[in-house]
């Protein structure tokens, strides 16, 4: 008897320990939610801040990476745009060269002499001359004939280079050769005055010269072939105590539209 009272009694006992356990557990884990509910109330707006701060550092980060993207893609826009300058700027070139050959060729220059086309890279205005692209390499040499693809004498070859040539305008100072009036079958010489400036000296005051007309080269002296274009008569005066008149002659080139030129072979049969 005494046996069961006392088994009954710790049966007890362990149902109120275990009861007791159950409660403590459910007050815990209540008062943990409170807890963890206070502590998310509390923190919530710091987490906020630096939440947000994160997203727009992220942000700034993310835009720096799109402004060297979009830099790289403008650097490779600018070299593509350049390259297709460059080939335009080839392609015109290209077209200027065909249109001066096809007048060349139109007016039969490469029968009449072995042409070499060359680009003029340079002027000196003040001296008179221009500087282009072909020298001793292309054959080139001095002494020989410049002209344009219509057939207008534009000067001679005065120094050579390997890869470049100097050519001496006909208006240059130190130029001279023989020309004539064919119209009017008056021959005389043609002098560079400098400045762009041609004079056709040696004619008597007898003869008729009038404003307009042509003057060509002549082969005597065996400087110029025959019949170059080399400019109209501008001015012309004359003296009662000079036995020849004093004529200006106009150049049938502009300095400033040139760009491609023949330079001739030539030999004074």
Avoid: C
Wanted: aromatic share 8%.
């Amino acid at each position: 008897m005494k046996f069961s009272i006392k088994k009954s009694g710790n049966l007890k006992n362990i149902l109120l320990v275990a009861v007791l356990a159950i409660v403590v557990i459910i007050a815990l884990n209540f008062y943990q939610k409170q807890v963890r509910n206070f502590f998310y109330l509390i923190s919530a707006p710091i987490q906020k801040t630096f939440w947000r701060t994160g997203d727009r550092v992220y942000d700034f980060f993310e835009t720096i990476s799109e402004i060297k993207n979009l830099k790289k893609e403008n650097e490779d826009l600018e070299l593509k745009i350049q390259s297709l300058l460059a080939e335009n700027v080839q392609l015109l070139e290209l077209k200027k060269e065909n249109e001066t050959l096809r007048t060349a060729l139109n007016l039969g220059l490469e029968k009449e002499f072995n042409l070499t086309l060359a680009e003029v890279i340079g002027k000196d205005i003040s001296q008179d001359s221009l500087i282009i692209d072909k020298g001793s390499d292309e054959g080139v040499l001095k002494g020989q004939p410049v002209i344009t693809q219509e057939k207008i004498l534009v000067g001679k070859i005065n120094e050579v280079y390997k890869n470049f040539s100097k050519v001496q305008l006909s208006s240059h100072k130190d130029s001279s050769f023989d020309g004539k009036i064919p119209d009017a079958e008056i021959s005389g010489l043609v002098k560079g005055g400098g400045n762009f400036k041609i004079f056709f000296d040696l004619v008597p005051k007898e003869k008729e010269i009038k404003k307009g007309d042509l003057v060509v080269t002549t082969a005597a002296g065996g400087i110029f072939p025959e019949g170059l274009l080399v400019g109209e008569v501008k001015d012309v005066k004359k003296s009662d105590v000079e036995p020849f008149q004093k004529i200006e002659i106009s150049p049938s080139f502009d300095i400033n539209e040139i760009n491609h030129l023949f330079n001739i072979q030539w030999r004074n049969p």
